[in-house]
């Protein structure tokens, strides 16, 4: 079971635009997003959601706060959600081991003119989606982007 929190940041009258970025791999991403070194690896140059799973008794609210702060550098104060998915399937890579998923999904708008940038993510952008490959998005967050009705390009 993964329970886990995705900010959705879009730019303020730039539909189809969201703000994804591509780890940097010497980041501590155990504590800012919840990533053991093997899933770091998985994620590699693909872009990745500002996001991270719960933290041993965090609430969805404060994770949203937190990945805010430590993976953006900003404060969200119009952050809205969480919008809750549960998502049951069968394990790739395993035996089919049964998999559930608990996505809290928080949208908000990108405050200001001030460009994102930010230590825990070596590229930080507001990536076109249409122009964008599900495939160059890490770890099924194209499905995640989907839920909200956002598409990335087949």
């Known amino acids: ?32 997003g919840g990533l053991d070194p093997g899933r ?15 933290l041993l008794f965090e609430s969805p609210d404060e994770a949203a706060t937190r990945i805010a702060r430590e993976q953006l550098g900003v404060s969200l104060p119009g952050l809205a959600g969480p919008t809750v998915f549960s998502e049951a399937y069968r394990s790739a890579g395993t035996d089919g081991d049964p998999h559930w998923d608990l996505h809290f999904v928080y949208r908000a708008q990108w405050p200001g003119d001030r460009f ?38 087949p």
């Open 40 to 54: 770091v690896e998985r994620v590699g140059r693909r872009w990745m959601l500002p996001s991270s799973q719960l």
């Open 116 to 153: 994102p940038a930010s230590a825990p993510f070596a590229e930080l952008e507001f990536v076109d989606l249409a122009r964008t490959s599900r495939t160059e998005i890490a770890r099924a967050q194209a499905d995640v982007l989907e839920l909200v009705g956002l598409r990335a390009a």
């Open 1 to 32: 079971m993964c329970l886990s929190v995705f900010l959705v940041v879009e730019p303020v009258g730039r539909p189809g635009h969201v703000l994804l970025g591509r780890i940097d791999p010497t980041a501590d991403w155990a504590t800012v």
